[in-house]
Every structure is written in structure tokens, then in C-alpha cells.
Nanobody
Framework: QVQLVESGGGLVQAGGSLRLSCAVF????????MGWFRQAPGKEREFVGF???????DYANSVKGRFTISRDVAKNTVYLQMNSLKSEDTAVYYC????????????WGQGTQVTVSS
């Protein structure tokens, strides 16, 4: 059973930075496509970014140039570096994983709260 554990959320002022981590247990990120999502109060969950099993990366337009996804295969961990944070980035952030051949994200973390104060 693959388990994802996020950490690194918190309260930060607008313009500040945070780095979220997603540690993966029971699976290897070299064989998983990993995504980051967020959900703000009263809103639907939205896509933030993605790193494929072979290192390809994509971002939502709303975070391009401010957020960076990376991974450490040795630590089996995926990261989301968030810079120039805005109040509209406030949300619960989730990491998710899916096998290479799957179209749906089968594995989800518990989420970590990010609050940006203006």
C-alpha cells in the first residue's frame, strides 16, 4: 500500500516562501507520476503541478514562475517550493501519486495547510 505524507505547511506573509515535502512509502517515485493539488475553502480542488516518473514537469498557469517541483529519488520524496506567495495561494495542499499506466491518481496524502497573510 502506497502512502504519501506531506509536511511543510504553515503561515507565511505575502511575498514569502514555503517548501512542502511529500514523502512516499510503499512505492518508488521513479515509477510514479506525482502531482500537487490544492483546495481553498469553498472551492474545488485544483491542479498545481506535476512531475512524471521520468522527471518531466508541468505547472498550472497560476503558479508558473513562482512554484518549483523537484524530487529526491534517494529520499523517495517530492517537493513543492513556493515563492512569492499570494493570499490566493491559501489552501490545503495535497500530493498525489499514480502509476505510470494509470490515468487516475490512486494515492493521496492527508494534506497540509498553507495560509498566506496579506
Amino acid at each position: 500500500q502506497v502512502q504519501l505524507v506531506e509536511s511543510g505547511g504553515g503561515l507565511v506573509q505575502a511575498g514569502g516562501s514555503l517548501r512542502l515535502s511529500c514523502a512516499v512509502f510503499g512505492g518508488t517515485i521513479s515509477f510514479l507520476n506525482m502531482g500537487w493539488f490544492r483546495q481553498a475553502p469553498g472551492k474545488e480542488r485544483e491542479f498545481v503541478g506535476f512531475i512524471s516518473w521520468n522527471g518531466g514537469i508541468d505547472y498550472a498557469n497560476s503558479v508558473k514562475g513562482r512554484f518549483t517541483i523537484s524530487r529526491d529519488v534517494a529520499k523517495n520524496t517530492v517537493y513543492l517550493q513556493m515563492n512569492s506567495l499570494k493570499s490566493e495561494d491559501t489552501a490545503v495542499y495535497y500530493c498525489a501519486g499514480r502509476p505510470r499506466t494509470s490515468q487516475a491518481y490512486d494515492y493521496w496524502g492527508q494534506g497540509t495547510q498553507v495560509t498566506v497573510s496579506s
